[in-house]
């Protein structure tokens, strides 16, 4: 069965611009997750959805939006990007509480 | 909003046994621990998941007190290849909802 793919792998933006992320959960998970991982803060939780829904929000700005698709797939858009937002996003699937799989990540780099 | 505390760092040798223990003392009755390990580059792996007594699979055994305050994964006959860090998640609840709260990280590094 084929892991959580996330596209792309590498992204450079500039200050201003916005970006989507893209994940696609393993076969049969409903659920997929979104963290933000940096050197300073760690892995952080962004969001969290099943069946098309935002079901969990981390403490995040509003420029941090995402959504899920009817067969599963999910987007994250940043909006207004600023430095701070270099990243390594990554998305992760489940079939129920816990037991998250993750993806490779996407490494976001804001210039 | 639960705060969990890890070792920073730890060494090992090839073949021991090593135990890495987390602490959540405002873990909730429905909160569940798992451990996730990472390699540079990488999405977090998951290793193991217990909501309480022991649980063991075929590359780990996760320990967990009676009062669930804490947590130890234990990783019997170390190898380099698990030279990685080491999380532990704890499911949390916040004012948005379900907030899933990563640890620090702890870095194992195995030595030959």
């Known amino acids: 069965k084929a892991g959580v793919t996330q596209t792309p792998r590498y992204l450079i933006k500039t200050r201003g611009q916005q970006v989507t992320l893209s994940c696609s959960p393993i076969s049969g998970h409903r659920s997929v997750s979104w963290y933000q991982q940096t050197p300073g803060q760690g892995l952080q939780f962004l969001f969290e959805y099943f069946s098309e829904t935002q079901r969990n929000k981390g403490n995040f700005p509003g420029r941090f939006s995402g959504r899920q698709f009817s067969n599963s797939r999910s987007e994250m858009n940043v909006s207004t990007l600023e430095l701070g937002d270099s990243a390594l996003y990554l998305c992760?699937?489940?079939?129920?509480?816990?037991?998250?799989?993750f993806g490779p990540g996407t490494r976001l780099t804001v210039l | 909003l639960a705060k969990t505390t890890q070792p920073i760092s730890m060494d090992s040798y090839e073949g021991q046994e090593v135990n890495i223990t987390c602490s959540h003392n405002?873990?909730?009755?429905?909160?569940?621990i798992t451990w996730y390990q990472q390699f540079p580059s990488q999405g977090p792996r998951f290793i193991i998941q217990g909501y309480k007594t022991k649980v063991t699979n075929e590359v780990a055994s996760l320990f967990i007190p009676a009062d669930r305050k804490s947590s130890t994964l234990s990783l019997p006959r170390v190898s380099l290849s698990d030279t990685a860090v080491y999380y532990c998640l704890v499911g949390d609840r916040s004012n948005y909802g379900q907030n899933f709260v990563f640890g620090p990280g702890t870095r194992l590094s195995v030595l030959p």
């Open positions: 992760a699937s489940s079939l129920g509480q816990g037991g998250w799989f």
């Open positions: 405002n873990i909730a009755t429905n909160d569940y």
